[in-house]
């Protein structure tokens, strides 16, 4: 019988060690949250013992850090083994900003690296971007994807001739969050050997929406809203840029394919770190992508805490795909309409190749039977459904078809979608 992911979002399955160690920290009189603190000063003392490097990089990132710490001790409620988690993502972000800094230092020739005409897949979750992102990365002989090991560690370890202590560490984390959520990987399914979004390389510097994806930090995504995203994709380029460095000199011959929904937000940083990008934009209905992206977001927070409001999530992400569509229509005159290549969910499921020939050729890459027969390789990994059927509805969020056309009529409207 097929697995089928559960909806009951609020209370998220929790393996019963899980559960256990969440009851016995909990109970532990003068521990308060586990004991585990979550102090920007904590987090950097921890990086730089991990790393050996004293040097954190620019201080830009302190500021976003301290709001994040903030938000999540007066609104996350995490339970005690997701705050564990949490530091030890923060501690690693922090010593991937040390490691890269170093590299740097060593070898300031890393930012002549090009990052030229780079593929970069912008559409809202759930409109076909993941496999759309994954096909174009199949024609691997001219096109670059990051790996989940890459983003999780973009900097080499001291001393590494190959990044194999890299790629275990990305895999025993892919089976840790089979552990905890294995309906996640049913809704957004994870291979450490295989492409991921860069939003993880944008987190570097404390400034992406990873946090709010999977945590109820709602004074952080608000100011988050108004800062200056610069220093974040700064971040992303070097890192893609170092990245490229590791396997010269074939980073002449491909170029990046890209891709996260975190860019409709601020399209104009793109051309500001990347040359010439093609934006691709995959459009979807909304009363279906709503639902869908709810639930991959309230999976998500089901990995940190008990305490999961899917009625919050459905007002607070609907408002929230409202500003990403608007922005990014906003921006897209000031970008030039000939840098965009619209890619319907529609199409692209009924002929994903024929998508894909689309993109390249807009790309200025030739489509040859070579590529096509790369592609369907591919494909034939990208089953759906393959680790369950996703179950969701736009009731369980508490919305309307009318709220969900009222907030997004004007993209609908504009894409025919």
Known sequence: MTHE?????????????????????????????LGVDLSVESLERAARRRTKLSDLGDASYREPLSRLVRSIEDEARLHPVGRLITRTRLVSALANRARLTALYRSFPEIDRQPLTRPIVIVGLPRTGTTL???????????????????????????????????????????????????????????????????????????????????????????????????????????ALKALSWQRRPAAREWRWVLKTPHHLEWLDELPKVLEDPVIVWTHRDPLEVVPSFCSMIAHGRGVFSDAVDPLEIGRSWLRKAQRMVGRAMDARPRLGEDRFVDIRYKDLIKDPVAAARVIQERAGLTFDEATEQRMRRTLEQEKKDRHGVHRYGLELFGLTPGDVNGALGRYREAYRV
């Open 132 to 238: 759309l992102h994954r096909l174009l990365a199949g024609d691997s002989g001219r096109m670059r994807a990051l790996m989940s090991w890459e983003a999780l560690m973009p900097a080499p370890l001291p001393g590494e001739e190959h990044p194999k202590a890299r790629m275990l560490g990305a895999e025993r984390g892919e089976k840790a969050l089979k552990y905890l959520a294995p309906d996640f990987f049913a809704v957004h399914p994870i291979d450490a050997l295989g492409p991921e979004e860069e939003i993880l390389l944008l987190d570097l510097a404390f400034r992406s929406t990873v946090p709010e994806a999977t945590m109820h930090v709602p004074s952080f995504a608000a100011w988050l809203e108004g800062v200056d995203q610069g220093p974040a994709y700064q971040d992303m380029a070097r």
């Open 5 to 33: 992911t559960s909806t009951d979002y609020a209370h998220p399955f929790r393996p019963p060690p899980i559960r256990w160690a969440n009851a016995a920290l909990g109970a532990v009189a003068g521990l308060g949250p």
